[in-house]
């Protein structure tokens, strides 16, 4: 457990890290191709233009990442006082202060942050703008003086180690051990904290200094994970090489080196392949003198050589470090995927990779079945979700209401994934479950959607619908739905579990918070507050819209003792795997009693209007009048 925690700790550092530059990428592939063009050795020199260079990557770059990390903390304000911050850190040494701007900018913004808590409620009217005009002034002019005075010695001094490390390295020809390291840190999403932490600020120094650096192709050198991919495509199986040459295309021209981690995890002897690649093509780069004079983000091979200085001397090392990796990864994968038995199940491989990764992936859909067209005459339509009791009767209500509105004689219900019908025809779930329930029932039309609260999803399936549709015996499933949701319980919903203004620093105390709520009440046993929190782990409870409905896991069911509800007021919001929550719905759901008030919640959450009301309420029983009115 403390491993883990590690793990994650180190991935949220690492993300955050990842979030003050990624935005600025931009930026620093404007530095790139400016001095690629233009400084003495460039394609096309010119002494005026390439006076640019230097003022970019000194002062334009390291304000831009202390703005934005000052802006992931408290917004506007925070990036202004992060900006000023980071200006002491700037004019107080003579390398790119990357690192400096990673440490002043956030900083910055935490120190408005809690000023501007520690003031809230006690300026007198007429005199906000004065207060947050100087207080966001002076605070930042503090911190900036500090910087110059103190944090800037000290990252110089710890920059200064780093180069001095890496030029020994080099010296002593151990450099490409450092794949045994960067290799299965990517595989584990740690990379963003070695890549934007280390490698990055380490090598703008370099570049500034020596006009290339080699660290800016450790981490990005796609070489590895193409020589995997193209063992799958010769020695693979199944979907896993049906799948591998376009996950390759998309690697190695696009540059997302998260679509290979799948294929890895599967047959997890692939890191060291993996790893031999890596150092083969590190050897290559040092062996060569090969080198990049800006940052290639992301890793594809056109971003790699758009980066290469403009001599074939250097285009010649960075090809060859980049194929003689591919070809080392590719021979070790071969070898791999040839012995021993394959077990290749990506879909499972994929989520795992999700969990792993701490939140959602933007290539797991690459992995997913592909769909042909909606079926004809359709007469049932199941949400699933892993328990059945929250996000998907929520989703499940408010396609029920498009159905009837659009007059179609259609049964909508909602399950758990482990207990869908054989005879459903379309089957609507997260993006993270889609792959379960395709191997629940994969005749069905299945559909994944992230906002259960307004997903375009529906609208469009309705259109569909609406096309093609006779009536049946659906009907009589609807009147079957209806008296399963018709247990009206208005005592569900009580005044005293409703908690306004309430402040969490994470997503499990939120999610521990409603639990203990519903403990207290009576509506379950302790045992099941662990089951929210392995509910959400498995798959985000966010049900878009600001709203996130914690609950427990199917196996949870039997510690619920009755149906019964927590509405939680965050009006600052709380981070739910990247997105914002302001209102929290614990569930407890017995027997289906439970379903009614949840269809209300639902239709009631699905507009954004309803939801400015809930969060800006100051009452519970305003709160809950307008629920109620749904």
Request: aromatic share 6%; charged share 15%.
């Amino acid at each position: 457990m403390a491993q883990s925690n590690i793990k994650v700790a180190v991935q949220k550092f690492g993300n955050f890290l990842s979030s003050m530059v990624m935005p600025n990428i931009g930026a620093f592939i404007a530095w790139g191709l400016i001095t690629a063009l233009f400084i003495p050795t460039g394609f096309f020199p010119n002494e005026n233009l390439a006076k640019l260079v230097d003022p970019m990557v000194k002062y334009l770059l390291p304000l831009l990442i202390g703005y934005t990390g000052g802006k992931l903390v408290h917004d506007q304000r925070g990036g202004v006082v992060g900006a000023i911050a980071t200006m002491g850190v700037i004019v107080g040494s003579d390398i790119p202060m990357f690192l400096g701007a990673m440490i002043m900018g956030p900083l910055g913004g935490y120190i408005i942050k809690k000023f501007d808590q520690f003031i809230e409620g006690k300026v007198k009217t007429g005199f906000e703008m004065l207060i947050n005009n100087f207080s966001a002034g002076i605070l930042g002019g503090i911190l900036a003086i500090l910087a110059f005075l103190g944090v800037s010695p000290a990252v110089d001094g710890f920059t200064g180690a780093l180069v001095v490390g890496v030029d020994w390295m080099v010296a002593h020809g151990l450099l490409p051990l450092t794949s045994i390291l960067i290799e299965p840190a990517k595989i584990l999403f740690l990379n963003n904290a070695i890549n934007h932490g280390i490698l990055s600020p380490i090598g703008a120094e370099q570049i500034r200094t020596n006009g290339q650096s080699i660290l800016l192709l450790l981490e990005t050198n796609p070489g590895p994970g193409l020589g995997i991919l193209l063992a799958y495509c010769f020695f693979g199986k199944g979907t896993a090489k049906q799948s591998a040459p376009g996950a390759a295309i998309i690697h190695f021209i696009g540059g997302i080196h998260e679509i290979y981690f799948p294929y890895v995890l599967m047959r997890p002897l692939l890191i060291i392949a993996a790893i031999l690649g890596g150092m083969s093509g590190v050897f290559t780069f040092v062996l060569l003198g090969g080198g990049l004079q800006a940052v290639a983000s992301p890793g594809s091979i056109l971003a790699i050589l758009a980066a290469t200085p403009g001599n074939a001397g250097s285009y010649v090392a960075n090809i060859s470090g980049v194929l003689v990796a591919a070809i080392v990864s590719f021979i070790v994968g071969s070898l791999i995927l040839k012995t021993g038995k394959q077990t290749e199940d990506l879909d499972e491989a994929a989520r795992k990779m999700q969990e792993m990764k701490g939140k959602k992936s933007s290539v797991a859909g690459s992995f997913t079945k592909q769909q042909g067209e909606v079926p004809a005459s359709v007469q049932k339509i199941v949400f699933a979700c892993d328990a059945g009791m929250g996000s998907s009767a929520m989703g499940a209500s408010l396609l029920r209401k498009k159905v009837k509105q659009a007059n179609l004689n259609i049964s909508v219900t909602n399950t758990a994934i482990s207990n869908i019908p054989s005879d459903a025809q379309i089957v609507i779930t997260q993006k993270e479950l889609t792959p379960r329930a395709q191997n629940k029932v994969p005749d069905a039309y299945h559909i994944s959607v992230d906002n259960f609260l307004s997903s375009p999803e529906y609208d469009k399936l309705i259109d569909q619908l609406k096309n093609d549709h006779t009536t049946s015996k659906a009907e009589e499933e609807k009147k079957v739905s209806a008296e399963n949701n018709t247990d009206s319980n208005d005592g569900l919903l009580k005044e005293e579990n409703v908690f306004l203004n309430q402040h969490f620093s994470s997503k499990e105390e939120a999610i521990r918070f409603a639990g203990s709520v519903l403990v207290k009440g009576g509506y379950v046993e302790e045992n099941y507050v662990e089951a929210m929190i392995e509910r959400d782990n498995m798959t985000s409870t966010y049900m878009g819209n600001d709203v996130a409905i914690p609950h427990g896991t199917e196996e949870a069911k039997k510690n619920v003792l009755r149906s019964g509800f927590t509405v939680i007021q965050v009006p600052e919001g709380v981070d739910f795997d990247g997105e914002k929550v302001r209102l929290i719905f614990g569930i407890a759901g017995k027997d289906g009693t439970h379903l009614e008030i949840l269809s209300g919640i639902a239709i009631t959450c699905s507009d954004m209007d309803n939801i400015e009301k809930m969060v800006h309420a100051k009452s519970a029983k305003e709160l809950m009048t307008i629920i109620q009115r749904n």
